[in-house]
């Protein structure tokens, strides 16, 4: 079956540094992947997506890219603030039909970011 | 896009009763979906509500532990039946449609004593 492996938490930095968020996938298709954010007290909001190999989704200065090769779809920010602070959530879906939105998540990551 | 509401945010409930959760939509959705996130856990999807028809179930979730309901487009309800302190969890409800991205509610922090 589907699996998602991100790297575990939690993950304190100053403002300014950079970010890596590791998050490799096992599927049997071709997935789309997907990176969620759900900040203290609200819902997951979608940070970013990628729908197929080499695509690199990008938003609010995170970026990550799907590549087919290492199975991964890591997400990095060069320059954290404190208002990213939140917990990241790494998830593929498998295409086609009613089960695109079948999302598999990994554990999540909390991002702490210290002025 | 769509606003996803669910009620309540979060409730205390004793062993043995049963919980339903309301799920709400600002817009008409073609999938709706309800995920459990236990403590300390990643997501894990309870099954796929159906518009008029019985919901589709995720390996190890039931209709008789988790009784979903979908009567139109924008609205569904989970039920969480017979509770013991292994339920106590965080419950999402999730929709969109074919081709876009999925939504989230803000879920339901259920606390079963």
């Known amino acids: 079956g589907n699996s998602v492996t991100q790297m575990e938490g939690p993950v304190t930095l100053s403002e300014e540094a950079f970010l890596t968020i590791n998050c490799t996938y096992t599927a049997t298709g071709y997935p789309s992947l997907f990176w969620y954010v759900q900040y203290p007290g609200e819902g997951l909001q979608l940070l970013l997506k990628?729908?197929?190999?080499?695509d690199k989704g990008s938003n609010k200065g995170f970026e990550a890219t799907y590549r087919k090769e290492t199975t991964s779809f890591h997400l990095e920010k060069g320059s954290v603030q404190v208002s990213d602070s939140a917990v990241y959530f790494c998830a593929l879906s498998e295409k086609g039909g009613g089960s695109n939105y079948k999302l598999t998540f990994g554990k999540g990551t909390l991002l702490t970011v210290n002025p | 896009s769509a606003v996803i509401s669910q009620k309540p945010s979060r409730d205390i409930c004793q062993r043995g009763t049963s919980l339903t959760i309301q799920c709400q939509v600002d817009s008409q959705v073609t999938m709706m979906f309800w995920y459990r996130q236990q403590p300390g856990q990643s997501l894990t999807l309870i099954a796929t509500?159906?518009?008029?028809?019985?919901?589709?179930?995720e390996s190890g979730f039931v209709i008789d532990k988790f009784p979903i309901s979908r009567p139109n487009l924008t609205f569904s309800t989970l039920t969480v039946s017979n509770m013991s302190p292994e339920d106590s969890s965080i419950y999402l409800c999730?929709?969109?449609?074919?081709?876009?991205?999925?939504?989230f509610g803000q879920g339901t922090r259920l606390t079963v004593v």
């Open positions: 509500a159906n518009q008029g028809s019985e919901a589709t179930y």
């Open positions: 990628a729908t197929k190999a080499d």
């Open positions: 999730s929709g969109g449609h074919l081709n876009t991205e999925a939504f």
